[in-house]
């Protein structure tokens, strides 16, 4: 009875070791890719900021662009129909500029906050394993 009870508990005591050794090697391996996707986001980061600074760039130039036709406007003789189109012009500009902006706003956001990034992708990511695991087993995501 005695071997039997010292055979089980070593059984079970090189069961919990592998299960160990399971456990860290996951562990090891998630880290990895945590700090692979961490090395990526910098890397990309790095591919935005050239980005931002090319939006000023067309910010500025449209900003001339305006200042150009609404100077060329006020100088020439036009008629009507080329005074509409000329402020129809100007305003598709005033809408472009607008949209530059707002685009130029959020790749800043992207350099300045690199983190709300990372936790969209962390919670997208989890979102689907988690979607993924449920098909597996056969139930349904809560919809």
Known sequence: MAKILKDLLLAFLNATLILLA???F???KLLQSADQIRTGFAEN???VAPLREQAQGIRVE???LRSDLA???QRAQLDETMRQQLSAALQRLNSLEGKLENTQSRLANLVER???LINY???TSADNITNRILIIK???PAT
């Open 22 to 24: 399971l456990c860290l």
């Open 26 to 28: 996951l562990g090891w």
């Open 45 to 47: 980061l790095q591919a």
């Open 62 to 64: 449209l900003t001339e």
């Open 71 to 73: 100077s060329f406007g």
């Open 114 to 116: 690199p983190e709300d």
């Open 121 to 123: 992708a962390i919670t």
């Open 138 to 140: 056969g139930c349904e």
